[in-house]
């Protein structure tokens, strides 16, 4: 074969690493999905890698042979130009498809074709001054000596070589334009005129797009005596254990111990991954871990632009001063080189998995197969570990390490259940708010103290209903009733986010009677507003934090007192540190308890206790009340009681029981089809087929709650794996099934994936 000659170099050095590929190569093969849909979610976008193809002219072409008018036009074009692109030789000869005749302008060697290929990285650039060449000290006081007359010139030159002698006189001493028209305080055609006469060069320098902060760092906060004992025994936990559990209640100082850990593996020269549940909370951590940090710390998820997000997994491949990186999910796929240590903070949230698109991954567990790859450590932080991670803990895979003092002898509130039942019965609560908690929250806030209020449901209403004839808004996509945004004035479906106007009338029965039911934040904010209308306050939730700012806004207003009343969904519940509330109200536990899956209980227990961890002060116990018709149900006395491991005790009977994680891998195959009828026989037959296999191991196909999502109706089959099992010939065996479903060639066009671990 023939060897070509290299046209460019794209890359300096190979962008992913011998590790990351391995580490690829596991979760496409343990998630079951492809290595292009990893390799999608792993690289940013501008380091992938584009192609185009141009048409060139062949610069040796003299022959006499004879063009079409087409070909002759394309070919006089190109003579005229650079190279083209197909689509800009169209739009430049109006020929609607040139293909045919560019091809026979190659075959008469007139031209040839080529790819290009690039990436669309740019690096950030600045322009910057530097002496045209190595000059002497001679030399130097002769072109000074010549500048005598053109003042403005000397003045520069005089203040660049100042600046010069500053730095050392390094040979290839350089200064940004902006830096030097500044100090130099002269204008651009100054500095024209001395690049002109052959003194100074100008050229594009590489600049960071994350300008560096000087801040002085504050000094690694002493630890309190309960804290080191906790320090030393995840040290000594991970001599023998390569994943240890932090379980500390809330407040008691993990991230404290944290910073002790990362300190430490800086020390051993190693890098740390600190990954977050949500970019949400990445904020505040970003502010407390710089503040120690400094410029060691850089902060990555998906938020960050293309090119940003290239920059800095280029920082990460060349350059040695990023130390710690704190991220989401997504960040478990940087280009790491030394990674001595995981930490996996808020470790049982569910946002950890990816659910949309492939790679279904879970960074958590990920984290512990990325760790494994480079011998390093995993510390898994919580106050209400997952049930999976303790049962790991319990059996003695995982080292275990506990805190159960709060930082500075703050007691952890009391919870208080309100029977909301009772209440309606004596006709006492008429809305969503109990008279018990309208009280707390006057009182608080007649002492200046803070107040947040939990709902686990954004929008003004969950429902509209006509009380005529009782008919509700539903979605065309999609099978679910439609959420009243009364701000807004539309109903949005929070499936698909279709948006709908709000009717005037019942389109059933033309009576305009339609009623809200049920309560979002949103009507809750309007509630409270009428009922303590001298407080101040602030909603949040998805809505009020599209921006970024918008949620560090709120943070910080709630922070400095600004805002008396917060009321959010579970973003409220997550790692936020306020000083000041002394009142949390969960304003309705039942939906969380009644939720139909088998994670329901586990996710009431962790989002109820971390929502009442916001509660309590300085040398005052908080007060949480919890409004619930079942005063009596077992998991709110384990809250009440923070009583973790009978909690846990329940659950894993139930797990065991059911056959559910930690004691069976489950797989969710999933298939989606515009029709109804396809799906339905295609999730039957592939079905049938597992069953022959892995017989009663087989659940389903069912049809999900919401089973029409976006105009596809959605079938569902659920496996339930022994964890012997090796994941390879599970995979194996299923490939084996699907490919026999798929002889069918019908079902070509039904959508299929699967949802390892799914969450
Ligand atoms: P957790 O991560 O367990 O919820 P934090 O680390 O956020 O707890 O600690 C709660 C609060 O107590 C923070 O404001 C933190 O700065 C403070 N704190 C914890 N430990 C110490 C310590 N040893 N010295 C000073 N302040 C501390
Ligand atoms: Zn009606
Ligand atoms: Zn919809």
């Known amino acids: ?75 006089y074009i190109l003579s005229d130009t650079k190279p083209l692109r197909i689509s800009e030789i169209e739009k430049i000869t109006h020929i609607s498809n040139a293909i045919p005749y560019v091809k026979s302008l190659v075959d008469k060697g007139a031209a040839y074709i080529s790819e290009r290929v690039k990436n669309k990285y740019s690096a950030k650039t600045e ?64 500095l024209d005129s001395l690049e002109e006469k052959g003194i100074l060069n100008s050229f594009r ?75 949400s909370l990445t904020a505040q951590m970003t502010d407390r871990l710089k503040s120690v940090f400094g410029n060691q710390l850089m902060v990555y998820h998906s938020k960050f632009n293309d090119n940003e997000r290239a920059e800095i997994w280029q920082s990460l491949l060349t350059k040695d001063d990023c130390k710690i990186v704190l991220g989401a999910r997504s960040a478990i796929f940087l280009p790491f080189r030394k990674l001595g240590l995981i930490i996996v903070d808020e470790e049982h949230e569910s946002s950890f998995k990816q659910q949309d698109p492939a790679p279904r991954y879970n960074a958590k567990n990920a984290s512990i197969v990325l760790a494994a790859n480079f011998g390093a450590k995993v510390l898994l932080g919580t106050a209400t570990p997952s049930i999976e991670t303790y049962y790991n803990a319990l059996e003695g895979r995982f080292g275990l390490v506990t805190l159960s003092k709060r930082y500075a002898e703050i007691e952890l509130p009391e919870v208080v259940p309100v029977n909301t039942k009772d209440l309606r019965r ?57 959420t009243y945004h009364k701000g807004q004035r539309v109903m949005i479906c929070h499936y698909c986010g279709a948006v709908y106007s709000v009717p005037s009338q019942c389109p059933e029965c033309q009576t305009p009677t339609l009623d809200v039911q049920g309560y979002g934040t949103e009507r809750i904010e309007e509630l409270v507003t009428e009922q303590l209308p001298e407080a ?97 149900h077992p998991i709110i006395s384990f809250i009440r009681n923070n009583d973790y491991a009978g909690f846990y005790e329940t659950q894993i009977n139930e797990r065991q029981l059911f056959r559910y994680p930690p004691f069976y891998r489950l797989i969710e195959i999933v298939l989606k089809a515009k029709d109804e009828s396809l799906v339905d026989s295609m999730a039957g037959e592939f079905g049938r087929i597992l069953r022959q296999t892995f017989n009663d191991r087989v659940l389903g196909p069912v049809k999900p709650t919401v089973a029409r999502i976006q105009s596809l109706y959605i079938r569902k089959i659920l496996l339930k794996i022994e964890n012997q099992a090796s994941p390879s010939k599970v995979r194996e065996m299923i490939d084996l099934c699907h490919k026999y479903v798929l002889q069918n060639s019908k079902y070509k066009s039904v959508l299929l994936y699967y949802d390892v671990d799914p969450m």
């Open 1 to 75: 074969t023939e060897i070509k000659e290299i046209i460019s170099v794209l890359d300096k050095y190979p962008i992913v690493l011998p590790e990351q590929l391995q580490f690829w190569e596991w979760i496409a093969s343990y998630y079951m999905c492809t290595l292009g849909e990893v390799s999608k979610a792993a690289l940013p976008a501008a380091l992938k890698l584009e192609s185009e193809t141009h048409v060139f002219l062949d610069p040796e072409f003299e022959s006499q042979v004879s063009f079409t008018p087409n070909e002759e036009k394309i070919f």
């Open 127 to 190: 322009t910057a001054y530097r002496l045209a060449k190595d000059f002497s000290d001679e030399e130097l006081s002769q072109i000074l000596d010549e500048l005598k007359r053109a003042k403005k010139q000397l003045q520069l030159l005089y203040i660049f070589l100042e600046l010069r002698h500053e730095a050392g006189n390094p040979p290839d001493f350089y200064i940004l334009k902006k830096q030097l028209m500044d100090e130099a305080a002269v204008t651009a055609a100054v």
């Open 205 to 279: 320098f590489e600049v960071g797009r994350f300008n560096s902060i000087d801040a002085t760092l504050k000094p690694i906060k002493d630890l309190t005596p309960d804290q080191s004992k906790a320090y030393n025994e995840t040290n000594h936990a991970f001599t023998d254990k390569q994943v240890v559990l932090l379980h500390g209640i809330t407040s008691s100082g993990k991230t404290e111990i944290y910073i002790r850990l990362i300190q430490d593996a800086i020390d051993r020269g190693e890098q740390v991954l600190y990954l977050l549940p949500e970019i």
């Open 426 to 482: 004596r006709k006492i609560m008429k809305t969503i708010l109990s008279p018990p908690l309208l009280d707390e929250m006057k009182e608080a806030l007649s002492r200046k103290e803070q107040v947040i209020l939990f709902q686990n449901r954004r929008g003004f209403a969950p429902l509209l209903e006509c009380k005529t004839c009782s008919w509700t808004p539903k979605c065309e996509h999609c099978d679910v009733s439609l």
């Open 536 to 632: 101040n306050v602030v909603r949040m939730d998805l809505d009020t934090t599209r921006s970024k700012r918008a949620y560090e806004r709120i943070i910080a207003d709630f922070e400095l007192n600004i805002t008396n009343v917060l009321i959010g969904t579970q973003m409220v519940s997550k790692g936020l540190d306020f000083d000041n509330v002394s009142v949390v109200g969960i304003l309705n536990a039942d939906s969380m308890l009644n939720y139909p899956d088998f994670r329901a209980h586990e996710r009431a227990f962790q989002l109820m206790t971390q929502v009442s961890g916001r509660a309590g002060r300085k040398n005052k116990r908080g007060l949480v009340l919890l409004q619930t018709a079942h005063p009596g």
